[in-house]
């Protein structure tokens, strides 16, 4: 198996990314297709299942080099039966059975987890983690996700939606509504229009000039930019995202005392200026033995962790 490659998927709602990754974790090849979400979501896999074998072609390499095929995708899975339970933004029908149709597809073996687990085993493997077994993964972008590992491997929970990091709640009275139908989860602070969210409350509390102030509409990163240039409102907007990411960081922390907690997605992009006051309030609310050794830190491969991670699965799930 040590020569074969490991086909990884990270299936998302407008692009699907596909790769061929070695024993070592090392990409060989990567490209994206469009995820085609039209009649029910039919495409999706066969499209994937085509495009392996039309970059098997070009690359004039036969199907034997492959060992099997692991995906990422988006919403709670149960593993063992390679079901996703619901999958609205894709349009497949509730409990599909995503492991069965890949395998039919493609002719190979294959093992799925949720996007925000494997993007958390890339991270374990090859990333931020630099091989910890016990790791929290949390991804700030559209939304919030996260996945937990404990023990090298990824915790589940007993309906595989362990790790919804993204809706714990960190605002209990008045927060914001969440797209999952709870108030005041993560997700609508922490996200990328969480933070928009944030400011927008600051500029509606507040009569302070700021460079926000005005503006029709404007991004998280126009936030982080602002606050990174002393405007104080932006930086009161991102003192509040790091006092409630810190605060539910530190709870994961108190619960799990993991060797990293490990930040990525399009916000953790803003750096130190969101990572520093993060520390800060994860340093106030952990617990004493939890501070001194669970490490916060940023997440290192970015876009590759998914399939990364869905490589791992092949490699460790399907020996
Ligand atoms: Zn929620």
């Not at 995820?35 to 074998?53: F, H, M, P, R």
């Not at 409350?201 to 990163?221: I, P, Y």
């Not at 009161?236 to 922390?253: C, E, I, K, P, S």
Request: with cysteine; net charge negative; aromatic share 6%.
């Amino acid at each position: 198996m040590s020569e074969k490659w490991l086909v990884a998927v990270d299936l998302g709602g407008t692009t699907t990314k596909i790769a061929f990754v070695n024993d070592y974790g090392e990409i060989i090849k990567k490209w994206e297709i469009v995820t085609d979400k039209s009649e029910s979501g039919k495409k999706i896999v066969l499209n994937i299942a085509k495009s392996i074998d039309e970059k098997l072609d070009e690359m004039h390499v036969s199907k034997q080099q492959l060992a099997g095929i692991g995906m990422g995708a988006p919403g709670p899975v149960d593993v063992e039966k390679g079901i996703i339970y619901e999958a609205v933004n894709l349009g497949w029908e509730n409990n599909y059975p995503l492991k069965n149709i890949l395998e039919v597809e493609t002719g190979l073996s294959a093992v799925i987890d949720n996007d925000a687990n494997c993007a958390a085993l890339g991270e374990m493997w090859k990333g931020a983690g630099n091989g910890a077994k016990d790791l929290v993964c949390v991804t700030l972008g559209t939304g919030v996700g996260g996945g937990v590992i404990a023990n090298g491997d990824i915790v589940h929970g007993t309906h595989g939606a362990a790790g919804e990091i993204g809706h714990i709640t960190v605002v209990p009275e008045h927060g914001f509504q969440c797209n999952c139908g709870k108030q005041g989860c993560l997700e609508t602070v922490a996200s990328a229009t969480g933070v928009v969210n944030l400011a927008v409350k600051e500029l509606e509390q507040s009569n302070m000039a700021s460079v926000l102030r005005g503006q029709d509409a404007f991004s998280a990163k126009m936030v982080f930019d602002a606050a990174r240039e002393g405007d104080e409102l932006a930086a009161m907007t991102v003192d509040r995202l790091a006092f409630y990411l810190g605060l539910a960081l530190a709870n994961l922390g108190n619960a799990l005392n993991p060797d990293k907690i490990v930040i990525g997605g399009g916000v953790s992009k803003a750096g130190d200026v969101l990572l520093i006051p993060v520390q800060k309030y994860f340093q106030k609310f952990a617990f004493n033995s939890v501070k001194h050794s669970t490490l916060l830190d940023l997440a290192v491969l970015e876009n590759d962790a998914g399939v990364i991670g869905a490589a791992w699965l092949v490699k460790h799930k399907l020996a």
